[in-house]
């Protein structure tokens, strides 16, 4: 009988995230959004954080005013203008997540092609990584979320198609793409882009669904270079 198992293409390319899997800026975010609820009277919950994470920033302003109920008293522009005077200052504090700068350096010391596909737009990603910019000059190339190719946010795979174009070979073929996210939207922006996914989710995610059952956020502080 003919063997009929399917190899999966070996991986030759590595895309991440930025935004809570590279740096702690989950945190800025969860900090402002939780002082506007109060105004309100109202709370910040991780289900609604797990919906806005790695969105564009007007789609995720409007699924929070929306599904928060305060859209009649706080139009989504508002609510970003407000956020924005806050997070201006937070930007800057950004720290690495542990383990990343090990897993990024030792990619690129291995000869591993690897670039940024992040949802933040230029000013912000800027202000993120100004402490940490020798780190992210390792990337083969970074697409933000103002990107011109970027139409749609994630969960739409825009940001990823876009990533895969820009290597130094051309197009990847996506299957031969590993992507690290650790946002629900991302991990599924990524595979509808046809590539592989590691998810290396905030515990208070919560349950997942079975297909996003990834290493938890220890995967790199325990990652080992061999």
Not at 10 to 20: A, C, E, L, N
Not at 151 to 167: C, E, N, Q, T
């Amino acid at each position: 009988m003919a063997d009929v198992s399917v190899k999966r293409p070996m991986i030759t390319h590595v895309i991440f995230d930025m935004d809570g899997l590279l740096l702690d800026t989950e945190r800025f975010y969860t900090e402002v959004q939780e002082k506007i609820l109060a105004r309100f009277n109202k709370t910040f919950d991780w289900s609604l954080k797990a919906k806005m994470m790695g969105m564009k920033a007007i789609e995720a302003a409007r699924v929070f005013v929306e599904e928060t109920g305060i859209s009649d008293s706080l139009s989504a522009e508002d609510f970003l203008v407000e956020r924005e005077s806050m997070l201006q200052s937070m930007f800057p504090t950004s720290e690495l997540m542990p383990g990343a700068s090990r897993l990024i350096e030792h990619l690129h010391a291995k000869g591993v092609p690897i670039c940024l596909a992040t949802g933040s737009h230029r000013q912000h990603f800027e202000l993120k990584t100004q402490r940490h910019g020798e780190l992210f000059k390792l990337m083969h190339h970074i697409v933000l979320g103002d990107d011109p190719e970027v139409k749609k946010g994630k969960p739409a795979p825009d940001v990823f198609l876009a990533a895969a174009r820009r290597f130094e070979v051309g197009p990847v073929d996506s299957k031969k793409i590993l992507v690290f996210e650790d946002a629900p939207a991302g991990a599924q922006a990524a595979k509808n882009a046809g590539m592989n996914v590691v998810m290396v989710p905030d515990p208070r995610l919560g349950q997942l669904p079975p297909c996003y059952s990834r290493p938890s956020s220890e995967l790199l502080i325990g990652f080992q270079p061999k």
